[in-house]
């Protein structure tokens, strides 16, 4: 590995969206370095940043993506792979927490050989590396704030450290409203904020088995409706309220299952949940999933319970595939559900309004259709990632105009 991270150059696995131009001469235009602190596999924010490169290089830009991970990580590995299938230039950059100052002199390498325009934050860290390296190397500062939702011991720090850079950006990207207002009241003036939500690769998300057939391929069975959630296991996900619906919808005679798919350090009090209620035969903690895909179409319904996010790229996926949803009123989710139209909406927290809603939908064929239907409509007119793509190249060639 050299002093400015390792490069890797990902084949071709994806097949072009019908949006990218193919044949296109290698860009020499403006680069942009997307930034960003992992640790594992990353989490939703992966699957816009991995994804942009392929889309930006019809449109005139060259985009690298640059992770810091903690060394020997092998999350990383996963990442990797993901890049690969998307075709996005991606480096490594070790990190070995808040005083490695070896990741301060891989970024300013990286910088400068790849000769970066625009440098593109995605967390607190990034945010003040960002400020800090163009005092050392001349480019412009954009970042995008996914959402403060996960509270650690740390957490109010890095994200107190985040609303104090946040101010001397150029472009602050929020992906739902209730984070544009965030950030305006952090200091950010209203002329650099801008509201631009998730998107979904339509051409990726189109469904290709029947609900029977891709029950049968994850072993569940095929004459019980399955409810299933995608998510890291952490407290502000709601999966314990979930777990709890589950066991409601049995006592009411629902034969339901349950299948939770996502890893993280709730995993040991969820199991013991599912134990207390007797619900072993009918909750299934998947764990990480490389092909989270099969799982949404096994779905007859999707239950988001969060109680904090932005705008979840799996509530997207999960409608995209003409799954149906449920999900809590949290931050960006009531501009893209309208209650009982395309989706239905809940309280953060309100186990009887979770399990009335499920209860709906799963005595309701017609609404779970309606459902559907709106669902897909409403991502590929209002969520369709070119458009989403072209929006950000609005943003950057706006800025680079000044």
Same mark, same amino acid.
């Given at each position: 590995m050299d002093t400015a991270g390792s490069?890797? $150059?990902?084949?071709a696995l994806l097949p072009d969206s019908p949006e990218i131009a193919r044949g296109a001469e290698p860009i020499t235009g403006p680069v942009i370095l997307d930034a960003r602190v992992v640790t594992g596999a990353g989490g939703g924010p992966e699957k816009t940043i991995l994804n942009s490169p392929r889309f930006l290089e019809s449109l005139g830009?060259?985009?690298?993506?640059?992770?810091?991970?903690?060394?020997?990580d092998p999350g990383f590995d996963v990442l990797t792979r993901q890049a690969a299938k998307y075709r996005a230039p991606l480096l490594s950059i070790p990190d070995r927490g808040a005083w490695d100052w070896r990741v301060v002199t891989r970024a300013l390498a990286i910088c400068r050989r790849e000769n970066v325009t625009v440098w593109h934050g995605h967390d607190y860290k990034t945010n003040a590396l960002g400020l800090l390296l163009k005092r050392l190397w001349p480019m412009r500062l954009v970042t995008t704030v996914h959402g403060w939702v996960r509270?650690?011991?740390?957490?109010?720090l890095y994200y107190r450290i985040d609303q104090l850079c946040l101010p001397y950006y150029?472009? &602050?990207?929020?992906?739902?409203?209730?984070?544009?207002d965030a950030c305006l009241a952090a200091g950010v003036p209203a002329k650099n904020c801008v509201l631009l939500e998730n998107g979904i690769d339509t051409a990726e998300y189109s469904r290709v088995q029947t609900l029977a057939d891709a029950k049968a391929t994850l072993d569940l069975p095929t004459d019980a409706p399955v409810i299933g959630a995608v998510g890291r296991l952490s407290p502000e996900k709601?999966?314990?309220?979930?777990?709890? /619906?589950? $066991? !409601?919808?049995?006592?009411q005679g629902h034969d339901v299952r349950l299948v939770i798919v996502g890893e993280g350090d709730e995993r040991a009090n969820l199991e013991r949940l599912i134990r207390e209620l007797d619900l072993g035969a009918r909750v299934r903690l998947a764990g990480w999933q490389t092909n989270v895909r099969a799982y949404f179409e096994a779905m007859d319904v999707f239950a988001l319970s969060s109680?904090?996010?932005?705008? +979840?790229?799996? @509530?997207?996926?999960?409608? /995209?595939?003409? @799954? +149906?949803? &449920?999900?809590t009123r949290v931050n960006g989710v009531p501009r893209l559900i309208r209650d009982g139209h395309n989706g239905a909406?809940? =309280?953060?927290? =309100?186990?009887?309004?979770?399990? /009335? /809603?499920? !209860?709906?939908?799963?005595?309701s064929d017609s609404r779970r259709e309606q459902f559907r239907a709106a669902g897909r409509r409403t991502v590929e007119t209002r969520y369709n990632f070119a458009t989403r793509m072209q929006r950000l190249k609005c943003l950057y060639d706006e800025l680079l105009a000044q």
């Open positions: 490069l890797i $150059h990902p084949p830009y060259r985009m690298v993506c640059a992770y810091m991970h903690p060394p020997g509270h650690t011991r740390r957490t109010p150029e472009r &602050v990207i929020c992906v739902s409203d209730d984070l544009l709601g999966f314990d309220v979930l777990i709890r /619906a589950a $066991h !409601a919808l049995v006592a109680l904090r996010e932005g705008l +979840p790229n799996v @509530v997207l996926e999960a409608m /995209a595939l003409g @799954v +149906p949803v &449920v999900s909406l809940v =309280d953060p927290g =309100d186990l009887d309004g979770l399990t /009335a /809603a499920l !209860a709906g939908l799963l005595r």
